[in-house]
C-alpha cells in the first residue's frame, strides 16, 4: 500500500508509557492493554483514537 510508510501514529499516557506503530488498530490495542493492567482502568476505542498523534521520527 503506497503512502502507508510516513503513517506511524503514536499514543503516550500520562505516566510516560508511549506505543508508537503504523498500525491505528495496534496502538488501539495495545494503549487499552497497558491502561487494564498498569492502571487497572478501561480506555475505550474512542478515548485511544482521540490521544493517537502522528508520530514524530528523529530527524
Ligand atoms: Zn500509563
Redesign the pocket.
Given at each position: 500500500m503506497p503512502g502507508e510508510m510516513m503513517g506511524a501514529k503514536m499514543v503516550q499516557?500520562?505516566?510516560g508509557?508511549m506505543v508508537q506503530s503504523h498500525n491505528e488498530n495496534e496502538i488501539v490495542k495495545m494503549a487499552q492493554m497497558?491502561?487494564k493492567d498498569?492502571?487497572k482502568s478501561d480506555l475505550s476505542m474512542r478515548d485511544a483514537r482521540a490521544m493517537m498523534k502522528p508520530a514524530m521520527m528523529m530527524r
Open positions: 499516557c500520562d505516566c508509557f497497558h491502561v498498569t492502571h
